[in-house]
């Protein structure tokens, strides 16, 4: 039985921990209700771990996986409200699940992506990227919805298309990064073969050979975004400015992102902080959120 004192610690061991990564937090975090901090702040204390796993230090394949592995074991615990060990984490997770009734497959779900990076660098075609993106992003999502009541299908569906285009919008900031210091493509192999580029064209500093198929991801990328952004508007109070915000965020780096010439889209670009102010403001009126994610995913 966990104490409350328990309880207490292992929820601010996981706000730290959120806390001291800060800057992995997305742009409107402290616009989150004061209910939901400490509940996201343990999602983000799970993913954040399990990820480091997947992508830090020197571990073999086999620890990485084995590592993962116990936190699957520890989720299958408490889905049986069976879990008796000591870890904060998910001291804090199985008071979360219980208190907000939290699809606990999608923490599965995050863990598999994070599987998945230990073992796979390669996606043969855009459907997979997707796949992957099903499975390291959405959930993420879906869980801030649930955890504010029971979204409807539409927005689960909505979220989910800003989840996969965030994702998406991630990877092509960081073509050269994920390249060359994870050995990691998330560009479609049959469409680079069909376009005759080869993995080393995608660092290459002029980008201009690359640029129609990156550019044709950009639309795709777009494309999704304009499935989802109403989401935004459905919602209200400070989640439906936070979900504003994160998205408008979103939409905006890609803008910049097709704004580059052809010979510079591997320049990773930065939102100003001028840029960021104008997020936030945009995002606390749902008319003028709405109207400008319109003006930006023109093509």
């Not at 408490?78 to 904060?88: L, R």
């Not at 073992?119 to 879906?142: H, M, Q, T, W």
């Not at 989640?239 to 990773?268: H, N, Y």
Request: with cysteine; aromatic share 8%.
């Amino acid at each position: 039985m966990i104490t409350k004192s328990e309880l207490d610690n292992a929820y601010r061991f996981c706000q730290q921990l959120a806390q001291s990564h800060y800057e992995n937090f997305p742009v409107a975090s402290l616009l989150l209700p004061k209910r939901l901090r400490k509940p996201v702040s343990v999602i983000y204390a799970f993913s954040r771990t399990a990820d480091d796993f997947a992508d830090e230090g020197s571990e073999s394949e086999s620890t990485r996986l084995e590592q993962l592995e116990q936190y699957s074991t520890a989720l299958k615990q408490i889905s049986a409200d069976n879990y008796q060990c000591n870890a904060p984490i998910f001291i804090a997770l199985q008071d979360v699940i219980q208190q907000h009734q939290l699809p606990i497959g999608l923490f599965e779900d995050l863990l598999s992506a994070f599987k998945q990076d230990v073992v796979k660098s390669r996606y043969a075609n855009f459907d997979e990227i997707l796949d992957y993106c099903r499975f390291s992003a959405n959930p993420v999502g879906r869980l801030l919805l649930y955890l504010n009541g029971s979204p409807s299908q539409q927005q689960l569906q909505q979220s989910d298309a800003i989840c996969s285009a965030l994702q998406l919008i991630n990877f092509y900031q960081d073509i050269v990064q994920d390249y060359t210091e994870q050995d990691r493509i998330y560009i479609p192999q049959n469409e680079l073969a069909a376009t005759g580029l080869k993995e080393s064209d995608l660092i290459q500093p002029d980008s201009e050979k690359i640029a129609p198929l990156i550019r044709s991801l950009y639309q795709r990328t777009a494309d999704m975004m304009q499935a989802g952004y109403p989401l935004g508007a459905s919602l209200t109070g400070r989640l439906g400015w936070e979900v504003r915000a994160m998205t408008l965020g979103g939409i905006q780096t890609l803008a910049l992102l097709r704004q580059q010439s052809d010979r510079s889209l591997l320049t990773r670009p930065r939102l100003k902080k001028t840029t960021l102010f104008g997020i936030m403001l945009r995002s606390a009126r749902k008319k003028q959120y709405m109207k400008r994610c319109q003006q930006l995913l023109l093509p």
